[in-house]
């Protein structure tokens, strides 16, 4: 139990185009999905915290309009990376919280070109 | 300030060669201690959780083990498998949905 899947698992875009990236809780309903970056050989890094049914909490340097957050429902959040840019080329995972445990979606590896 | 400090950040073993790594933390109101498994291009995986001090864990050849002001994730005999970044995190404060993560230290268990 406790299953996280996240779609696309790869994407490569042109620069200046939005991309969505969606992260499900497939066996239980999550309240809390948190989404981070990471980078080549470095730690998890913390973009924002999504609640479902209000506004995400984002991390101070992480530009809202930037990366737009929509938690929807119990099992679906999606990450929106608007006008995309070469910098914003990274890993992002999403986590889904249940009975106080994060569990990781596998990952969505961004590539702007 | 509220903090987790992983050491050491790399770890090399031979096949066989138990160790251990340590997740050092200072948090105000410990409300659980994660520890997950990395690999490469992938998401973290859940290992263990532990809530309080003297607890312990097992799985296969891992065992994490919780003080008041550490956690250890000991290695028994490890296997190439093995290999990846180990991850540890914490949740603390009134805020449930607070976690404090460490940076990961990376094993690689050599044939």
């Known amino acids: 139990g406790a299953v996280v899947s996240q779609h696309p698992s790869w994407v490569i875009c042109k620069s200046g185009t939005s991309v969505k990236i969606e992260c499900r809780s497939l066996?239980?309903?999550?309240?809390?999905m948190f989404w981070y970056r990471q980078f080549p050989k470095q730690s998890l890094m913390l973009m924002a915290t999504s609640n479902e049914g209000s506004k995400a909490t984002y991390e101070q340097g992480v530009e809202k309009d930037k990366f737009l957050i929509n938690h929807a429902s119990l099992t679906l959040s999606t990450l929106t990376v608007t006008s995309a840019h070469p910098e914003d080329s990274s890993f992002y995972i999403c986590s889904a919280v249940r009975a106080e445990t994060q569990y990781f979606g596998p990952g969505t590896r961004l590539l702007v070109l | 300030e509220d903090q987790v400090t992983q050491s050491p950040e790399a770890l090399r073993l031979q096949e066989g060669e138990s160790s251990s790594l340590n997740c050092s933390y200072t948090?105000?109101?410990?409300?659980?201690l994660f520890w997950y498994r990395q690999d490469p291009g992938k998401g973290p995986e859940f290992l263990f959780t532990l809530y309080s001090a003297g607890e312990e864990k097992e799985k296969e050849r891992l065992k994490a083990t919780l003080t008041k002001k550490e956690s250890f994730l000991h290695i028994t005999a490890p296997k190439p498998e093995d290999s990846a970044t180990y991850l540890c995190a914490v949740q603390a404060g009134e805020n449930f949905n607070k976690f404090y993560f460490g940076s990961g230290t990376k094993l690689n268990v050599k044939p």
């Open positions: 066996d239980f309903q999550a309240t809390t």
């Open positions: 948090v105000s109101g410990l409300r659980g």
